[in-house]
């Protein structure tokens, strides 16, 4: 199965700032199209996130991944956001398990940074796809715990510079 992280990073490698907060990414004057977000959802049928990322979302108040099964990682009870297909997991393997006895073929890891570097821990990851906007944030959540992007073994990895930004497609092996 193909499991891509799918996030946004500033130049200086953070998703958000220290508490969470992502408006950054609403300053950046870019095409989301050009960003290829509808064309990446289209090519998923299931996601995966940190609780972190799922109280993001709630706290956000809809749902915006419509119907596609959800697994998140958590120890803890959570409220389920409605329209949400959700399922809970304590560990990576517990993900990875769910979505292959549904027959998934592509998980987005939407985030966070501890979860990916769990799945990067077990080997997998198979590919990175990030959205490198030009703002340095200087502090904040990274796109890794524990990892750094230049040291993760890389079979094939595409660069191209967009408008405004850059997209770096990484196939790890």
Not at 85 to 112: M, R, Y
């Amino acid at each position: 199965m193909k499991v891509t992280y799918y996030a946004a990073t500033s130049l200086d490698g953070f998703i958000a700032r220290e508490d969470g907060d992502v408006s950054w990414l609403d300053e950046m004057d870019i095409d989301m199209a050009e960003a290829g977000c509808e064309a990446f959802f289209a090519s998923i049928d299931g996601l995966a996130m940190g609780r972190h990322s799922y109280d993001f979302v709630f706290n956000y108040g809809s749902w915006p991944y419509e119907d596609k099964p959800t697994w998140v990682c958590t120890s803890r009870e959570l409220e389920i956001l409605k329209g949400a297909n959700l399922k809970i997991a304590k560990t990576v393997d517990e993900i990875i398990a769910g979505a292959e006895s549904s027959g998934l073929k592509h998980l987005w890891l939407v985030g966070g940074g501890k979860l990916a570097s769990s799945f990067i821990d077990k080997g997998l990851l198979t590919h990175l796809s990030i959205t490198e906007m030009p703002i340095k944030l200087e502090s904040g959540i990274p796109l890794f715990s524990d990892h750094r992007i230049e040291d993760l073994p890389a079979k094939e990895t595409e660069i191209l510079q967009k408008k405004g930004f850059r997209q770096i497609e990484i196939a790890l092996g």
